[in-house]
């Protein structure tokens, strides 16, 4: 392992596999990484000292995140079997057993007492994190499911799936509320708005929706890429939602409306990752042309260029303090960028 100081960027190398995603502690001190390698690690994101690699997975890592507390981490992993760690030792706290195929997202609660995990074999379930007891097992997709979304607070869970479908799920007692169908391709990604009445989903279809959480009403239809829309997001200052598609755009839409405002354009392949700073003011955006794009998200222009990385990027994170920025690459590395 070592640490490579480049013009504007800290280099966290180690894995041996490639990076799937990046993750700030709350407090921005640390950083999380999940590999191919079959490990997670734990980095000061002030030294990019590597303070603990959490091994112990049999397949490759997909994601890594910090509870809201920072307390504790999550991974979920090709082999089945997630598994709660110390955030601060590194030591295994829980494996969560029950998956029967890979499992790929992941989610805490707003409190952190709750943990969503989402899978290969088509269901959800939900753990108790203290314990890892699991609490509810969601079945009712019948596809893959990529992911899931908390709503603020906590006692709606949305799920996205290949089924074409996305579902509200009742926290507390594990039902479906409703099925959102419209879809025509893989649901790829699901966000509820800041106040939670809208929910957002993005599609291999090429659309997006906006749809409401009350009735289960599809609002409106968001038409304008040409491909795949692999990420979508709610601006935490404003009324809007940017996606991330593979014709290589990003857009921004009026989540009141469904009007068009503007199309981020400048990557030259597949857009894969879109994120608002903290305060909204930024955009961000990654893709497997190997850069990241910094965009003023008031009038769409291109503030800057982050080169470096070898091989695509596939996430990346806002640190709270707003003043970094972290990526994960194919080449194996992680990056912490200075803003």
Request: with cysteine; aromatic share 6%; hydrophobic share 40%.
């Amino acid at each position: 392992m070592s640490v490579i100081e480049t013009a504007g960027a800290r280099v966290l190398t180690g894995h041996t596999g490639a990076v799937n995603s990046v993750a700030f502690s709350p407090d921005g001190a640390r950083l999380s990484t999940a590999s191919e390698d079959k490990t997670a690690r734990i980095w000061n994101t002030a030294t990019g000292e590597l303070l603990h690699t959490l091994s112990g997975h049999e397949d490759a890592v997909f994601a890594a995140p910090f509870s809201p507390d920072g307390v504790r981490i999550a991974t979920v992993s090709a082999d089945l079997v997630p598994r709660l760690w110390d955030a601060r030792t590194g030591a295994c706290m829980n494996e969560l057993r029950g998956h029967t195929i890979a499992v790929f997202g992941v989610a805490f609660n707003p409190t952190g007492k709750i943990l969503a995990t989402t899978s290969y074999d088509e269901t959800v379930r939900l753990w108790e994190t203290t314990s890892g007891t699991c609490l509810h097992v969601l079945e009712g997709h019948n596809d893959i499911v990529y992911s899931a979304a908390f709503s603020r607070d906590g006692k709606m869970l949305a799920t996205a799936s290949g089924d074409s479908t996305t579902r509200l799920w009742n926290v507390g007692t594990g039902a479906c509320a409703r099925v959102l169908t419209g879809h025509t391709g893989i649901v790829s990604a699901v966000a509820f708005s800041p106040d939670g009445a809208l929910i957002a989903t993005a599609s291999f279809d090429g659309t997006a929706r906006l749809w409401e959480v009350a009735t289960g009403n599809c609002l409106r239809i968001l038409n304008g890429h040409a491909d795949t829309v692999w990420s979508i997001v709610f601006s935490p200052a404003e009324r809007v939602v940017a996606t991330a598609s593979e014709d290589a755009t990003v857009r921004i839409w009026d989540a009141a409306t469904g009007a068009p405002i503007r199309t981020l354009e400048g990557h030259t392949d597949s857009a894969f990752v879109v994120a608002y700073s903290p305060d909204g003011k930024l955009i961000a955006t990654a893709s497997s042309d190997t850069t990241i794009r910094l965009w003023e998200s008031s009038t769409g222009k291109c503030a800057r260029i982050l080169e470096g990385h070898m091989g695509a990027v596939s996430s990346l994170a806002f640190s709270p303090t707003e003043r970094q920025l972290a990526t994960a690459s194919t080449d194996e590395t992680a990056r912490i960028w200075t803003l």
